[in-house]
């Protein structure tokens, strides 16, 4: 049993606030998926035919490009989707160097690591 400077009471208080934003955090969430299903639904179509794809695909698709039909995982490596330009995507070019792109994600550590 850990040492700790307040009541049951304030505790459960803690414990709703939590819950609170969890849920609503879970909420936004939710809501941001599903006004977005139909992109999500065209990317995982085009990850289940070709495995991965290029960054410059993958924004083309976010911004709503549709994936061509009917061509085989080979014949559809490049896209024929329309040009994305910095001012659109907001993130830059081929060009960027490293240090214009954003941090990998760093692996969660279990509770205990840190």
Do not use: W
Request: aromatic content about 2%; hydrophobic content about 30%; charged content about 35%.
């Amino acid at each position: 049993h850990e040492d700790r400077n307040y009541s049951e009471e304030v505790a459960a208080q803690i414990d709703q606030e939590v819950r609170s934003i969890m849920d609503e955090c879970y909420n936004v969430a939710k809501a941001i998926l599903l006004e977005n299903r139909e992109m999500l639904d065209e990317i995982a179509k085009v990850l289940l035919e070709r495995e991965s794809i290029e960054r410059e695909q993958f924004l083309k698709l976010m911004q709503g490009a549709k994936a061509p039909a009917g061509r085989s995982p080979r014949e559809s490596q490049k896209m024929d989707l329309p040009e994305t330009t910095p001012d659109e995507d907001g993130i830059g070019t081929d060009d960027d160097t490293q240090t214009n792109r954003r941090p990998p994600l760093r692996p969660r550590l279990e509770p205990g690591m840190a």
